[in-house]
């Protein structure tokens, strides 16, 4: 959380490049900022010291920006192109009234009006077309989620296509002397057994290796991926240090365990061919 | 001995008369009914006043040790038992033979809000479990929690709601200082203070999964002088290993005393984990007091708490639990402790001694079996689990309620219940207040008005729909005035997660009003909402469909409702 807080006060003072065209290259700086932005539109300068809708704090800070062209948003936001936001911005004297700008934001008040704070913003002097933004828009994202992909198959132990055999409960062992816990959010933990298809990074084909996740569809669990005997997925996996028992039993023997718990941890079979470009690369 | 069976002989014989006033003419009916209420009632009050006699002298006894044979002992035990039997069948009879009259309508409007802000129109995730906090001295400013995932902003926090036009319009603003979704979090406004924003603490729960369970489950207490300004709260105190916080505060002598109820696995193994974490300053300090003096092996997730004005707080948990075989469900005591000066003193919540053991802790209700499936949806998608309730009325610190759930072995799958204390929780009804042993129901929340009059708020699993209903009654339930907020279909939408609609809602007493939260299926029906609806997300009532800013149909799901509900007088 610090670490997120500190991108996002490094980011907030990125000043980016006053003009682009959709060729040109695309800087580290714009690559975070675009991924740390929940919202991203380009728009211009109305009010300045003012507000959109009246449940947001009005300040020096505020300006209502209109939108021009929306380049990124949540699914759950309803905003549309032509109509006001608030803008919460760190430096006011860099947006007079008229000003054309993309603004990289993330969101802050939403009620009958939105409201985004400023991140990062570029200034633009001279307008693209609608198509040509979108398609730098485009290039950005497919970086980040190449970006994305890179670290978890550089940080993963094994990466494997593999088919789930079994599903069995574990819980820790005996010599385990913590306590039993009264609690909804308990994981449920169960135990995965794969059988190798294809080793792609740190495993060997048909080895068998137990991948440990959490059953519970509690609030605190449900993101975390499932299973089901027969199904067959690419696993980017670590080694669990998380339950406490390093050790899973399959095969009569003790191999080391693995954990998912994030949904990027799985993807389809269909993503090996990316995988194995990043492995190469 | 006597005199209680000579009583149960009389019960009996008044029942005899109704029966046989039953099958000769209307007039004799009423005018035997009449009599017999009459009767009833008085030999009631009769007995509850042995009763506390009898509790009294069982309590002698077991202060002053040897002053009382083993006989003697027994024998108080068994008059108590016996009374309470025959206080809880003259109930049971009273309620057939009296059938009372119901209260007048509330005067005023009823307001039931969908809390989906206009612009979050195209959100369909389960919003389930609310929480309300309302600012006492300006009631228009509230702010609401939910399991409402941060999906609509790309940094840390989780969202929070707030209004500050007595629950007209909702905001979401993402200020509770969680990474992306809380597993539990309630909050709240201390009552009778002047923050002129109002004060705002959330006990907020985050789940870190990369950390083993339950170091996992982290507690933050987090405040903000101003709920209304965007600003992420400020956390004052965290720790890992704790469940199922619930924050109440209250500004005594201009001292924000700050308690939630947690409970906290960082207690020694297999021993009690109902705590109470107090703070005297507003929060910039806390000291944890574990609540269970009896060698419990485990105590259920839910720690509730109430406060009253002049420093009194009851604390109610659940203790003793006792997995059956399978696992699947438990035997445990309903228990209250009391502190009259808030916890402030050397050895809190010592005030309530149970008489069978002397120890902290009046046992309210011993061995009762709860369902403990809290991975299995199973009434109407619901997981099933613990549900606790504790409320004290405002003028009168001697007077409270508790409601619980429990499986109450006559083929339901989760029953509530309400039992009363008017002596400051040293004894409770033996039995279930009139008209409150409510079948199939969950989410069970008590209030109590101004005036005395008790509010309850339950969702009730009923022809595959979710009823939420607020009873309130003048006289502990024996006569009261019934009002749905909503009735949806129970099989729609399909789960997410769980809980589905939530392991608890929300009601407060502000002034003439209750308000409180729950979450319901949001198909803009208005026969799903009898008491008539708002919602500010987009949605087409007479197609009974949500709408995108295109008018596209968008997913039903389920959805945060505030309500107010004028107080009967």
């Known amino acids: 959380m610090v670490t997120s807080y500190l991108i996002r006060e490094v980011l907030c003072t990125v000043m980016l490049a006053t003009a682009v065209t959709a060729s040109q290259e695309i800087t580290d700086d714009a690559i975070a900022v675009s991924k740390q932005s929940s919202i991203i539109f380009l728009g211009t300068v109305q009010l300045q010291g003012e507000t959109s809708f009246a449940d947001v704090p009005k300040s020096t800070y505020t300006i209502v920006v209109r939108v021009d062209l929306i380049l990124k948003k949540p699914t759950a936001v309803m905003l549309r192109e032509g109509e006001n936001v608030t803008v919460l911005v760190k430096d006011p004297a860099k947006f007079p009234r008229g000003a054309h700008a993309k603004f990289y934001t993330d969101g802050w008040i939403f009620g009958s009006g939105v409201s985004v704070k400023e991140l990062g913003h570029e200034i633009r002097e001279t307008i693209l077309a609608a198509n040509e933004e979108r398609i730098l828009s485009e290039r950005i994202n497919r970086q980040i989620e190449d970006q994305d992909l890179r670290s978890r198959v550089n940080s993963a132990d094994i990466i494997v296509v593999a088919q789930v055999l079994e599903i069995r409960p574990w819980a820790a062992p005996s010599s385990d002397t913590r306590r039993r816990y009264i609690s909804e959010h308990d ?15 740190g495993a060997e084909s048909h080895l068998k290796i137990v991948l440990r996740f959490a059953s519970s569809y509690d609030v605190a669990w449900v993101n975390s991926p499932k299973f089901k005997p027969g199904e067959q997925r690419l696993f ?3 080694k669990d240090h998380i339950t406490g028992e390093p050790k899973a039993l ?32 | 001995m006597r005199r209680t069976m000579t009583m149960r002989i009389v019960s009996h014989t008044l029942s005899l008369l109704i029966v046989v006033s039953s099958v000769t003419t209307p007039s004799t009916i009423l005018q035997a009914q009449a009599r017999t209420c009459v009767a009833i009632r008085a030999e009631i009050s009769r007995l509850e006043a042995s009763l506390a006699i009898e509790i009294g002298s069982l309590q002698n006894c077991t202060n002053h040790l040897g002053s009382c044979s083993p006989g003697v002992i027994t024998g108080f035990q068994n008059a108590i ?13 009273l309620e057939i033979a009296c059938p009372p009259p119901v209260p007048p309508r509330p005067s005023g409007q009823i307001k039931v809000v969908n809390l989906i802000p206009a612009r979050l129109s195209l959100e369909t995730y389960q919003d389930s479990e609310p929480f309300l906090a309302v600012q006492t001295d300006n009631p228009r400013i509230m702010v609401a929690s939910a399991h409402t995932p941060n999906n609509v902003f790309s940094t840390g926090n989780a969202p929070i709601y707030f209004s500050n036009d007595g629950g007209d319009t909702w905001n979401l603003e993402n200020t509770l ?7 539990d979090v309630t909050v709240a406004i201390p009552t009778g203070q002047n923050h002129a924003q109002g004060d705002t603490h959330a006990a907020a729960l985050g789940c870190n999964y990369n950390l083993p369970f339950p170091d996992s489950s982290t507690l933050y207490e987090a405040e903000t002088a101003n709920p209304l300004s965007g600003m992420t709260m400020s956390i004052q105190s965290s720790r890992g290993k704790i469940d199922q916080p619930f924050v109440q505060a209250r500004t005594i002598s201009n001292e924000d005393r700050i308690y939630v109820g947690v409970n906290d696995f960082n207690r020694p193994k297999t021993g009690p984990t109902a705590t109470l974490d107090v703070s005297f300053d507003g929060g910039v300090t806390f000291k944890s007091i574990s609540l269970d003096k009896r060698k419990t092996p485990y105590n259920a997730p839910p720690v509730r708490l109430a406060t009253a004005a002049d420093k009194t707080v009851y604390v109610a948990f659940f203790g003793d639990w006792q997995f059956q075989p399978g696992g699947t469900s438990a035997t445990l005591d309903l228990v209250v402790v009391r502190d009259d000066v808030g916890g402030n003193e050397a050895n809190p919540f010592q005030a309530l001694k149970d008489p ?3 120890l902290a802790g009046r046992m309210v209700v011993r061995k009762l079996t709860i369902p403990w499936k809290p991975t299995v949806p199973t009434m109407g998608q619901e997981r099933i689990g613990a549900n606790l309730s504790l409320a004290v009325n405002p003028n009168n610190s001697s007077d409270v309620y508790i409601g619980w759930g429990d499986q109450a072995g006559d083929g339901n799958i989760y029953t509530l219940h309400v039992r009363r204390s008017t002596d400051r929780g040293v004894t409770w009804s033996s039995s279930d207040l009139p008209n409150t042993t409510l079948r199939n129901a969950i989410n069970i929340a008590i209030a109590v008005a101004d005036n005395g009059v008790v509010g309850l708020l339950y969702q009730q699993f009923t022809n595959d729909r979710w009823v939420t209903h607020l009873v309130q009654s003048q006289n502990a339930f024996t006569t009261f005035r019934d009002t749905i907020l909503a009735t949806v279909p129970a099989s729609e939408p399909t789960l997410v997660a769980l809980p589905y609609l939530g392991d608890y809602d929300c009601l407060s007493s502000i002034g003439n009003e209750f308000r409180g939260v729950f979450s319901a299926n949001n198909t803009p029906d208005l026969a799903n909402f009898p008491s008539g609806v708002k919602y500010q997300r987009s949605a087409d009532f007479n ?20 309500f107010s509900v004028p107080v009967i007088p």
Not at chain 2, 81 to 93: F, K, N, P, V
């Open chain 2, 81 to 93: 038992a016996l009374d309470q039997s025959e206080i809880a069948a003259d109930r049971r009879e």
């Open chain 1, 187 to 201: 994981p449920q933990w169960q135990e995965a057994v794969l059988e190798i298809q294809e080793a792609l990074k």
């Open chain 1, 236 to 238: 980017l996996l670590a």
């Open chain 2, 177 to 183: 200082p969680v990474e992306q979704i809380t597993c």
């Open chain 2, 543 to 562: 197609k009974r469909i949500l709408t995108d800013e295109h008018g596209n149909s968008v997913p039903i799901s389920i959805d945060p409702f505030y």
């Open chain 2, 356 to 358: 069978f053991d002397n």
């Open chain 1, 250 to 281: 399959v095969s009569g023997s003790q191999p080391d365990a693995y954990i998912a718990l994030d949904p990027g941890d799985v993807l389809s079979i269909t993503d090996a061919p990316r995988v194995r470009a990043r492995l190469t690369n």
